[in-house]
């Protein structure tokens, strides 16, 4: 092992008490957070305690701060809001308040707190930090402690989370119910939009965000709205004019609807409140349009939560843990955040002493793909720019397609599509794609394009002929590992065909999210929600029976993505993947901890299993198994979830993963074309001109296919690193299995081993 990791027992939590609270508003994924800190806190040792109706609960005592159970935290991963209460509380805003606070903690022996809320609660959690030795000492001379109290409890460690839908707290890139939000924000526009398109409506939607507009800029981008106001940028005088000459031309063009988005903080540049209601008296006045005035409100912070908020919870919530186990006299008070894909520590008051939000890229791809300019305004290019699906469809591929076409316009591109991948390339179904053949893609499942998993080396001969007879000078291949296996077979056979010469690249929309270079896939997080929503209807449909287990098989092939992280999301027992290999002595202790947990108070269980994760132990055999085991104890039921997690309407993780890369792509392809044309033709022959647009870690980066070679599984058409195998640990921890586990520096889990116990060891199992 590594100097650098050390083993759980330096974190052991024997003899500390840690409570937890949620403050301020509620938001999708609380729970979630609750229950990681609860049980990775008794997973180590330590006393857990709810502080129920947030710093309000603090201040009163009594019954309001309760020790918490492993049970206790079962089945809250599902519920939205906050299942422990939160209120505001102006009383802790003074000192006495405090003081109060401070005493209901001594007398419990709790000197960890973690907080989940907004700025405003983290930064008073800092403040009664700071003051916490100055009222213990009050506290002592009041008589209401003694002087081994103070010493006993004389550090108070804080870890905060940031539970908010608004998204505005500077150094995490999401905040906890963010994701679950926009969920809601767009199943409405979604709904909308039909009965809009029925009638020839101009809808105006008012979306939360009094000071911060992440949900109306990032909500516009995931539908493909007409216009936007949020109070970052107000919009210039005469703003009126263009937003009705843009309605205009709208219907010109015989669209039939109009979306506009409005934050409810949204101002002019004069200071003035935009209002749902002046915007929609415009729209009549001015153009006599059908226009309706739709105020989301409170609908946004209710509902179940994402996927990806149970997932940032759970993450959060364990690292939240881990830091106040590691702190010392001396740690300032942290918040846990999300950068990239990676949990982080920060400093709380750096973060929330920067109140502004970066918009930058949001919105320049927004404005790249909701203002149309007129021919005359294009810039003067002569290059034509293919582009094309591949694999299995994945939702989220059209949002992509879209914003490839609009921003290739934009940039003065002839823009051409190639219906059914590289079949229907050699085939020839391409032709011209134009602005308005794109209009409503972004909410569309599937593959309008169509799309095939053929390879193009058959027909090579065929493509370039193609290419040649449309002049292509670039291609964007937007799919799974076929499309990776394509896009190496057209540059390998460059020296033989001039016409593959071209920029290409590649952006990953699959499902199993198992391509080499990005840590993400188009289409995966649909499918992780489509997962997650099932698995939450298969354990409701055992309420109120007898003790039942659900073996439920999940895509992938080789790749235990969904299984692991859909695993996470839905609370699950255990998941079987390909990449942690197991044998029948795994699966008899995944049943023996099933049947414990069964004799308790817990009566749902639920196994996940990959596809192809071993060519022995199928799901009917392990359906088998668990049920000739468990017999007498649960019963079991099976299914195997099949096409439906391919399809549906795009998540908005995907719509906006997918618009924002396909236009990085096109930005990239016009910079390779421009640098690669030379004696009137485009040749481009080098590594660097074919290349991969992914996610890694914090950053989109483009890499050569070339150098991913030597990062990819062929033989199981999955990448030799996958970070979220770090996931593991975090999953076991809250399944309440018995683990060893390393620490890296920064805190996070990265490895498990799993123990197998003796009989006797039930009784440990935390």
Same mark, same amino acid.
């Given at each position: ?44 040792? *330590? ?109 108070? =460690? ?48 008012? +979306? ?11 909500? *516009? ?22 937003? &009705? ?30 209002? /749902? ?69 920060? /400093? ?6 920067? +109140? ?7 919105? @320049? ?8 300019? *007129? ?14 699906? +591949?694999?299995?469809?994945? *939702? ?6 879209? @914003? ?21 390339? =050699? ?80 952006? /990953? ?31 409701? @449909? ?16 080789? &790749? ?32 023996? =901890? ?7 108070? %817990? ?18 055999? %392990? ?16 299914? %195997? ?27 990239? %392809? ?18 660097? @001109? ?74 440990? &199992?935390?």
């Amino acid at each position: 092992m590594s100097d650098t990791r050390k083993f759980v027992e330096n974190l052991s939590g024997a003899g500390k008490s840690i409570a937890v609270l949620t403050s301020g508003g509620d938001a999708q994924g609380m729970n979630g957070a609750v229950r990681a800190v609860v049980r990775m806190g008794i997973y180590v040792g *330590a006393k857990v305690y709810f502080i129920h109706e947030g710093y309000q609960g603090m201040v009163d005592g009594g019954d309001n701060i309760k020790e918490a159970t492993w049970e206790s935290v079962s089945s809250m991963l599902q519920v939205g809001g906050t299942v422990i209460g939160s209120a505001r509380c102006k009383e802790f805003r003074t000192h006495e308040g405090r003081l109060k606070a401070a005493h209901n903690l001594v007398q419990r022996g709790i000197t960890n707190l973690c907080v989940i809320g907004g700025d405003g609660s983290l930064t008073g959690a800092n403040l009664f930090k700071e003051e916490w030795s100055g009222l213990l000492n009050e506290l002592l001379e009041q008589g209401l402690i003694d002087e081994e109290a103070v010493r006993r409890n004389s550090v108070l =460690h804080i870890v905060g989370m940031v539970g908010s839908i608004d998204n505005d707290f500077c150094g995490t890139d999401m905040t906890i119910g963010t994701d679950s939000a926009l969920h809601r924000i767009i199943e409405v526009v979604d709904a909308i939009m039909t009965t809009a398109q029925s009638h020839q409506r101009t809808f105006v939607l008012e +979306v939360m965000g009094r000071h911060c507009g992440y949900l109306a800029l990032v909500s *516009a981008l995931a539908c493909g709205a007409d216009w936007v106001f949020f109070p970052e940028m107000p919009p210039e005088d005469g703003w009126e004019d263009n937003m &009705c000459q843009k309605l205009s031309e709208n219907r010109a063009d015989k669209k039939r609807l109009n979306i506009i988005i409005v934050a409810e903080g949204a101002i002019d540049c004069r200071n003035k409140a935009i209002t /749902p209601d002046y915007i929609k008296d415009l729209v009549v006045g001015r153009l006599g349009l059908d226009t309706r005035v739709t105020i989301l409100g409170h609908v946004q912070r209710g509902g179940t939560p994402s996927a990806f908020d149970r997932i940032l919870a759970s993450r959060m919530g364990v690292e939240a843990v881990v830091a106040l186990l590691e702190a010392s006299a001396d740690t300032p008070a942290c918040v846990v955040s999300l950068v990239g894909n990676e949990a982080v520590r920060l /400093p709380l008051m750096e973060c929330v002493q920067i +109140v502004s939000v970066s918009f930058e890229h949001n919105l @320049s791809t927004y404005r790249l793909l909701a203002s149309r300019k *007129a021919d005359s305004e294009l810039p003067n290019s002569s290059f034509n720019v293919a582009v094309l699906n +591949v694999g299995a469809p994945a *939702a989220g591929m059209n949002a992509a397609v879209r @914003s490839a076409v609009r921003v290739g316009i934009t940039e003065g591109h002839k823009m051409f599509a190639v219906n059914d991948g590289f079949e229907g390339f =050699h085939k020839g179904q391409i032709k011209e794609i134009k602005w308005g053949d794109v209009g409503g893609w972004t909410g569309q499942g599937g593959s309008l394009l169509g799309t095939k998993r053929t390879l193009p080396g058959k027909h090579l001969d065929k493509i370039a002929e193609q290419m040649r007879i449309h002049n292509i000078n670039a291609l964007l291949v937007i799919g799974g590992f076929e499309a990776y296996m394509g896009l190496l077979e057209l540059s390998s056979a460059r020296d033989k065909y001039s016409e593959f010469c071209v920029p290409m690249v590649m952006i /990953p929309a699959t499902v199993s999210n198992n391509i080499p270079g990005s840590d993400l896939s188009i289409g995966s997080d649909t499918a992780l929600n489509a997962i997650t929503d099932t698995c939450d209807r298969i354990k409701q @449909s055992a309420s109120g029976t007898k003790r039942r287990v659900f073996i439920i098989e999940t895509m992938g092939g080789y &790749c235990g993505y969904l299984a692991t992280v859909g695993g996470l999301a839905a609370g699950a027992d255990a998941v079987y993947i390909f990449e942690e290999p197991f044998d029948i002595r795994d699966l008899q202790t995944n049943v023996e =901890h099933l049947t414990h947990k069964m004799k308790t108070s %817990i009566q749902r269980g639920l196994v996940l299993r990959n596809e192809n994760c071993n060519e022995n132990f199928t799901t009917d055999f %392990i359906y088998q198994l668990y049920s000739e085991e468990g017999r007498g104890v649960f019963d079991c039921r099976k299914n %195997i979830l099949g096409h439906m997690q391919q399809g549906g309407a795009p998540s908005p993780f995907d719509r906006n993963f997918g618009t924002k890369v396909a236009a990085k792509a096109i930005q990239w %392809i016009t910079r390779m074309l421009k640098e690669s044309y030379k004696g009137g033709i485009v040749f481009a022959n080098s590594e660097e @001109s074919v290349c991969l647009l992914g996610m890694r870690r914090r950053a989109m980066v483009f890499q050569p296919l070339a150098q991913l070679q030597g990062e990819t599984d062929f033989v199981h058409r999955i990448p030799k690193d996958q970070w979220w195998l770090k996931l593991r640990p975090v999953m076991k921890i809250l399944a309440k299995y018995k683990i060893d586990y390393d620490v890296s520096e920064s805190g996070q889990l990265e490895h498990v081993t799993q123990v197998r116990p003796k009989e006797s060891d039930f009784s440990a &199992c935390i």
